[in-house]
């Protein structure tokens, strides 16, 4: 349009001229600040909260004693909003109420507790949607909470937003309520809090009419049932038939190669020593599915994440806290495998997947009763088979990655994943130090394979399930606030810079969350797998009107629009640029506390495997590559 | 796997007929299969048919005195040159390996495999020597878990296009 308006000696005169005058805007340009009200607001100091208190007060109570440990939100819902974020609870706000809902998905997966997210009533709430059904498939204990204008002006259409909320999470959470009897709003906190402290967990969705919000209680005697959480819910869990335990035993003594497949149950109910304990016992191989990873260390001789070819010879399978069940031929293990599977759940065990036994519990007290219960055994030649198939599995993939490098007009995937892995977990950092978001599309199919898990909580699974693209920045977000402050699974790796992987369809949705990454110094390394295109372009390839429909501009500078967000920027276009490039950043991390993104230049043909073998890739479940399940 | 290795003596027609109607039945049983029918077809051959990994029912033609079991246009668009089907017959082949764990391999002493694709259709074929029926029937439905594993792996526009299998 510019050079329209100039015409050609114009555009001439703007191109020789352009370069210095926006080198020197550049220069004029006021730095990037974090506003001071932020110190401040650390260094404010926190009010009891007690009577008397409003009703948001009180529910913002309850969340405190029940150990809400974040709330993720945008601005709306100011009264609860703010009533939370008084009580200490470390709250963060972001650009739009999807991705915040996702930062909170992504903290319990990373962390195992409980976090809040909220949105604004109407458009704040439904753009909350799509993350909390992500949430609802990842089995993610996520509180939902929302603002509901009036009862009173209910169906009315007076001023904007009025929408009845709860019907539109039908199917995508555990519990749900719109509050309108104020007393019992510490009551219904004891209705979400038993939903999101027992069982499977799911999101619990809770929308507050300003009434129940604003609502004014002098003492307890105005609120119903307003006592201490021991009295409303129990901590106790289910644990297992002892006949149920005995035939488990039988089963597995008498296998020659039994497995265990660890899932999320194993991580909420952190059942890691149990699992270990048994494994070693019994000598039984352990692989990994779910929404996370590394309840079993991946550098275990009986770990089989990364010996995928072994799933097929099973005989035996131990399902563990398998919320999401895979049909059969979804998991690779063999038509003449058995199952057992341990779930808290009665009446989800059966479903989809056959089984020889089923024994409801708490999973973290089955495997210890199993772990008690049997006998030391030695499978020797079945862990060396796993051994060999691990082998193969390295085999194979530094074969992709001598590949990739004779890529050189691109980075190549392999390129990328293996880069990763060398510096994060092979060179002089600790190889359990980081915690990776692991998302992406098309390039996840290639990271998954290089990164492993060396302990609970370190490799977050970002399209589980749900297999949505676009949540990874704000998950990013989650999972960087729960390293930050050291939650849960994340204590011990408190303040550790952590990397996020991510394709450059799924970074379109939520890059403006860049700038929440930025302005709490959150210290995120976000790379970017720059294909110019959809993952879905090249089923597309011969389809010559419809194909712009899969693709971007080519070349787009995600690094410049990272570095107008206040973060650090790198642009790699060659592979030997991919190290150099992560060391930065990572220093940028630790001296800073400042996000970066690692904007890697790909091409979309990577995914044509008779141009650029191996081309696309396919996966295998559980283990290393499994997303589905 | 009774009957493996068994001698020289041949399984009579009806021998090998009830172990591989057991051996299908067992996994009907236990829920592998989403379900199993019979029927025979001339020549003294019987067709099964079972629901198992995709939406569509496996094939499989048993002919009790040849000892023989084609599962029957197992994949289908497998075009020539393609690499789908470079790739899927060597890993049919290469399942007789003796490098591979006895229980992933198929044992040539037991039973010979083969397999053919007419007009784009993969068909398979074991043929069960001496009493060996029992042994192939099962291998023969490893076989196709493990080619499912294989396109799955690295296969995966195959999958999409042909199964009905997610593309993300």
Not at chain 1, 46 to 60: I, R, T, Y
Not at chain 1, 225 to 250: G, N, Q, S
Not at chain 2, 3 to 23: D, F, I, P, Q, Y
Request: hydrophobic share 40%.
């Amino acid at each position: 349009m510019r050079q329209a308006v100039l015409g050609s000696a114009g555009a001439t005169a703007a191109a020789f001229g352009g370069a210095e005058a926006a080198r020197a805007a550049e220069e004029d340009a006021k730095p990037i600040t974090i506003p001071s009200e932020f110190e401040q607001a650390k260094r404010a100091p926190l009010e009891p909260v007690d009577f008397p208190m409003s009703g948001a007060q009180v529910f913002a109570r309850a969340c405190k004693e029940e150990g809400v440990e974040a709330l993720f939100c945008c601005p709306g819902n100011y009264d609860v909003v703010h009533a939370i974020a008084n009580t200490g609870i470390p709250t963060y706000s972001g650009r739009h109420e999807g991705s915040l809902c996702h930062a909170a998905d992504a903290f319990c997966r990373a962390t195992g507790e409980v976090a809040a997210t909220s949105g604004t009533e109407g458009p704040g709430f439904t753009a909350m949607i799509g993350a909390i059904s992500a949430a609802n498939s990842a089995r993610s204990p996520i509180l939902v909470l929302a603002s509901n204008k009036t009862i009173f002006s209910e169906d009315t259409e007076q001023g904007i937003q009025d929408q009845y909320q709860q019907p539109l999470t039908e199917g995508i959470k555990k519990y749900g309520k719109r509050l309108i009897t104020p007393a019992r709003t510490w009551e219904y906190a004891g209705y979400a809090f038993r939903q999101l402290r027992s069982g499977v967990p799911k999101p619990v969705h809770i929308d507050f009419p300003a009434e129940v919000a604003r609502a004014r209680f002098d003492d307890a005697a105005d609120l119903e049932f307003f006592y201490d959480k021991t009295k409303y819910r129990t901590d106790t869990k289910p644990y297992p038939d002892p006949k149920a335990i005995d035939r488990a035993v039988e089963l597995l003594r008498d296998a020659e190669r039994p497995i265990i497949v660890s899932s999320n149950g194993v991580f909420y109910s952190k059942a890691w020593s149990a699992l270990k304990r048994l494994a070693e016992r019994a000598q039984i191989p352990v692989v990994e599915s779910g929404a996370m990873k590394g309840q079993f260390s991946g550098a275990h001789e009986l770990s089989v994440d990364a010996a995928p070819m072994a799933l097929l010879s099973a005989d035996v399978v131990l399902l563990v806290g398998q919320y999401c069940m895979p049909t059969l031929g979804e998991f690779a293990f063999g038509p003449d495998a058995r199952y057992i599977r341990i779930d808290p759940d009665a009446e989800d065990i059966g479903r989809n997947l056959p089984i020889d036994l089923g024994i409801v519990s708490d999973e973290r007290a089955a495997l210890e009763a199993l772990a008690d219960a049997m006998p030391r055994q030695k499978h020797d030649a079945w862990v060396a088979e796993v051994a060999a198939a691990r082998e193969a599995f390295d085999a194979e993939n530094e074969e992709y990655y001598q590949t990739g490098l004779g890529y050189t007009d691109a980075v190549h995937p392999a390129v990328i994943g293996k880069e990763l892995a060398e510096f994060l977990q092979n060179g002089d950092i600790p190889r359990d130090r980081t915690t990776i978001m692991q998302g992406g599309y098309g390039i996840a199919r290639y990271t998954r394979r290089y990164l492993r898990a060396y302990r609970p909580g370190q490799i977050i699974n970002g399209a589980y399930q749900y297999g949505a693209i676009g949540p990874d920045v704000g998950y990013t977000v989650g999972v960087a606030a729960a390293v930050r402050h050291g939650i849960g699974a994340q204590a011990d790796f408190k303040g550790h810079p952590i990397v996020a992987i991510t394709g450059d369809a799924g970074f379109g949705y939520t890059a403006m969350e860049l700038e929440t990454l930025s302005k709490y110094r959150l210290p995120a390394i976000l790379v970017v797998y720059n294909n110019n295109a959809w993952g879905t372009w090249s089923g597309q390839r011969n389809n010559t009107v419809g194909l712009p429909v899969h693709l971007f501009q080519e070349n787009l500078r995600y690094d410049k629009l990272g570095e107008a967000l206040g973060t650090h920027g790198e642009y790699v276009t060659k592979a030997s640029e991919m190290r150099p490039a992560l060391e930065r950043a990572y220093q940028v991390a630790l001296d800073e506390s400042r996000p970066s993104i690692i904007n890697v230049q790909a091409k979309k043909e990577f995914w044509l495997r008779d141009q650029y073998p191996p081309g696309f890739l396919g996966k295998i479940e559980p283990g290393l590559m499994s997303y589905y399940h | 796997m009774g009957g493996r290795h068994g001698g020289r003596s041949r399984v009579s027609g009806k021998e090998g007929l009830t172990a591989v109607r057991k051996r299908l039945q067992s996994y009907a049983d236990r829920g592998v299969f989403r379900g199993l029918a019979e029927e025979p077809l001339r020549g003294s051959r019987y067709r099964f048919k079972f629901l198992w990994l995709t939406s569509a029912p496996f094939t499989l033609v048993y002919a009790p005195k040849s000892g023989s079991i084609v599962i029957r246009d197992l994949l289908p668009n497998l075009g020539p040159r393609t690499a789908v089907r470079k790739g899927i017959r060597a890993f049919i082949l290469s399942r007789t390996d003796g490098a591979l764990p006895e229980h992933r391999r198929i044992d040539v002493r037991c039973v010979n495999v083969a397999c053919e694709v007419r007009r784009g259709l993969l068909s398979v074929k074991l043929v069960a020597k001496r009493r060996d029926h029992d042994y192939a029937v099962n291998r023969a439905v490893n076989l196709i878990h493990e080619i499912f594993v294989q396109l799955h792996t690295y296969f995966p526009e195959y999958m999409w296009e042909n199964f009905d299998v997610p593309e993300e």
